[in-house]
């Protein structure tokens, strides 16, 4: 496997407190992306990037923030945390000519 | 719009059967598209790339550009074949991307 990891891997947070993910690779990968999993939807995008400082949004990017400031490193924020962000949220890495290699997961409790 | 529709959320059969998991897109140029599955808890692991057009896992698919379809295959399941399959489609703009389909929870039954 590559080594993309996402950190933390569990986490449970307050209604309304800021959350930050991240998300490490070390396969020198230009892109970067970050999914949500919820049942009945699979796997939707939120943000993206094509190079360090470089992000766009992605489908679902409302109420999330991102930032890359190395190459490896990906940051999500969400800045207000909410119970509709309950979720599995997966990192993802990929080069052009490569398949995209996924994170283990981070599973997001907003009680 | 860039779509991948999975009709089926799960798909039950028993060890042996031959497997058929569908898979249609809808993209007006040429996509890219690929197979994930995802073990129990686990993070998504590629199954299957439409260029390689190589046989992992016993599994197959064929893009049908006059369908848009690109089913997966495998003529005989395994009881480890359960996972969650998800199709996804590059829809090979500057930000290679995936989207992916909503999943289809495959059970194989001993």
């Known amino acids: 496997d590559a080594g993309i990891t996402q950190s933390p891997r569990h986490k449970v947070t307050e209604t309304g407190t800021p959350v930050t993910l991240r998300c490490h690779q070390t396969?020198?990968?230009?892109?970067m992306y970050w999914y949500r999993q919820d049942p009945g939807h699979g796997l939707r995008l939120i943000h993206y990037?094509?190079?360090?400082?470089?992000?766009d949004k992605g489908e679902v990017s409302d109420g999330y923030s991102v930032s890359r400031s190395k190459t490896e490193d990906f940051l999500l924020t969400l800045e207000s945390a909410t119970s509709s962000q309950t979720s599995v949220y997966f990192c993802?890495?990929?080069?052009?000519?490569?398949?995209?290699?996924f994170g283990q997961g981070t599973r997001l409790t907003v009680v | 719009a860039q779509r991948v529709t999975q009709p089926e959320k799960l798909l039950s059969v028993f060890k042996g059967a031959p497997v058929e998991l569908k898979c249609n897109y809808s993209?007006?140029?040429?996509?890219?598209l690929f197979w994930y599955v995802q073990y129990s808890r686990q993070r998504l692991q590629l199954l299957l790339r439409?260029?390689s057009r190589e046989s992992i896992k016993g599994f197959t698919a064929d893009l049908n550009k006059g369908e848009t379809s690109f089913h997966l295959k495998k003529p005989f399941a395994q009881e480890e074949d359960s996972a969650m399959y998800y199709c996804?489609?590059?829809?090979?703009?500057?930000?290679?991307?995936?989207?992916f389909g909503s999943g289809t929870r495959l059970l194989v039954r001993p």
């Open positions: 993209y007006s140029g040429s996509p890219e």
């Open positions: 990037s094509y190079g360090v400082k470089d992000t």
């Open positions: 993802a890495s990929r080069d052009r000519v490569t398949e995209a290699f």
């Open positions: 439409h260029i």
């Open positions: 396969e020198n990968h230009r892109y």
């Open positions: 996804a489609l590059n829809p090979m703009d500057s930000s290679y991307k995936l989207i």
